[in-house]
């Protein structure tokens, strides 16, 4: 029989480094200033040791490929289940679609070469589906474009860090870096991008979901969360710091934020190396996206097995058992965004990427809200399953590993999301948003609520209740 466990540790490591480290949102975080240290310290505490606890737990005792719909439907019934499987899944074509108008902006940017309208959605189009292509097979066949891709990121943050470690000594930074500029700011618009650092710390639920892909998941999966969560958080302030040594922070743009970085720090001798540069990051674009596919793809396969998501999700390959249905309908999705991308800029919302990207984060941070809550339910009524990895807490400990996150999740939504000030740009900034996320619920609702009755006359199931 054929040995489809070909996952080693190593493997499982730089896979949760190419899920987890998210190199075009860097520039995003980077907008909040100065003080984004102290958030992305702040978080890590808060956010992302207790979240990766939680996934490893979840992970390794509920190794089912469902995911965090399984875990939360365990908890929380097939309904709740099912709402977290819409924005878990929603983000995807969201996130594809903002990945597929920046495609074109970095090539422009690293070749000079101005592409017409009708070229640049060509080019999207062509990047969105050759990543749903290769999302049709297992990950263990991509894992080539996943190492890569993670190797392409470590050399891109380092580079960047290392460099503007070198600018900063020899000619100085483009921001004030003192201790009133590194203190949290309370400023409305970089409040705003707080979710993007919450962003960067997500996916190891990803790597879980890989389970049935790896040698020994039990002793792999932990240990894949903490080398990569630890090498990932280096490799993200280091990132930040050389953004912030070389563009003023409020001359920042959270498309080509990055690349300008570069081409900044090392000036018209550096040329070749900003093509190089760019040539990875293109790369890894699209291996974001294909290391991402294979959880996101079964979590919609796994919620439409158990009538929670529409049928055409249960479309898969019979022979490798990959999602065919999640993969289409992806690609379809974020190609309708790209064909209205032209109509949006003529509408006054000129950054496309993060109009997509924003709403990407907003549906991504909203599938999480259940799963902390749902961690310590299953604690509770299920407590003689084996838990080969344990986090080891219990009580108020148990608790604040718990309800941290949570609420940072929740304030960080609100903070992206609504408006919190009268002023025309703040309004003009998040309405687009706040109407996306409105459509968002209200289709996903209207989905779930029509998947749960068709399972009921049929006779499936009508306890919502029962795990």
């Excluded at 050759?130 to 050399?155: E, H, M, P, Y």
């Excluded at 900063?168 to 705003?192: E, M, Y």
């Excluded at 743009?253 to 081409?263: A, M, Q, V, W």
């Excluded at 974001?288 to 439409?304: D, K, P």
Aim: hydrophobic share 55%.
């Amino acid at each position: 029989m054929e040995n489809k466990k070909k996952l080693r540790l190593f493997d499982s490591v730089l896979i949760a480094v190419t899920i987890v480290l998210v190199a075009e949102s860097v520039a995003p975080a980077a907008s909040i200033g100065p003080s984004q240290f102290f958030w992305w310290a702040l978080l890590l505490l808060g956010f992302f040791l207790p979240y990766g606890l939680v996934s490893a737990e979840l992970g390794t005792a509920y190794n089912d490929e469902g995911g965090i719909f399984d875990w939360v439907k365990r908890a929380y019934g097939p309904r709740n289940g099912g709402r977290v499987a819409w924005y878990y899944w929603i983000n995807y074509p969201l996130w594809m679609g903002s990945l597929a108008v920046l495609f074109p902006t970095i090539i422009t940017q690293i070749s000079g070469y101005e592409f017409g309208t009708v070229s640049s959605i060509m080019i999207s189009l062509v990047f969105i589906w050759g990543v749903t292509v290769i999302s049709l097979f297992r990950v263990s066949d991509s894992k080539w474009i996943l190492n890569l891709a993670a190797l392409f990121k470590v050399f891109i943050m380092i580079s960047l860090g290392g460099i503007g470690i070198y600018f900063a000594v020899t000619q100085g930074v483009a921001n004030t870096f003192n201790a009133k500029t590194l203190l949290p700011s309370l400023d409305i618009n970089s409040l705003s991008f707080i979710s993007v650092i919450i962003f960067n710390f997500l996916g190891f639920e990803v790597v879980a979901a890989m389970s049935s892909e790896m040698n020994d998941p039990q002793k792999d999966i932990p240990k894949a969360l903490v080398l990569g969560g630890l090498m990932i958080a280096v490799f993200y302030i280091l990132a930040a710091f050389g953004v912030g040594v070389a563009i003023p922070f409020d001359k920042l743009t959270t498309d080509s934020g990055l690349i300008d970085s570069f081409t900044i720090l090392l000036g018209a001798k550096g040329g070749w190396f900003v093509t190089i540069v760019g040539l990875m990051f293109l790369f890894t674009l699209a291996a974001n996206l294909i290391s991402w596919a294979y959880g996101v793809n079964y979590v919609a396969l796994y919620a439409s097995e158990n009538n929670c998501f529409p049928k055409i999700f249960k479309w898969k390959n019979e022979k490798t058992e990959m999602p065919i249905g999640a993969p289409i309908v992806n690609g379809i999705v974020a190609s309708v965004l790209v064909l209205i991308a032209p109509l949006m800029t003529q509408l006054g919302l000129e950054d496309i990427f993060w109009s997509f990207f924003a709403l990407n984060l907003v549906t991504l941070l909203a599938s999480y809200i259940l799963m902390f809550p749902s961690f310590l339910k299953l604690r509770k009524i299920d407590p003689d399953r084996e838990r080969p990895f344990k986090v080891k807490a219990n009580g108020p400990m148990l608790k604040i590993i718990t309800y941290v996150p949570l609420v940072l999740l929740i304030v960080s939504v609100v903070f992206t999301v609504v408006p919190l000030n009268a002023s025309k740009d703040e309004i003009m900034f998040k309405l687009p948003l706040m109407i996306g996320t409105i459509i968002s619920i209200i289709v996903g609702e209207l989905i779930v609520n029509h998947s749960i009755k068709q399972k009921n006359k049929q006779g499936v199931g009508h306890d919502e209740n029962i795990a």
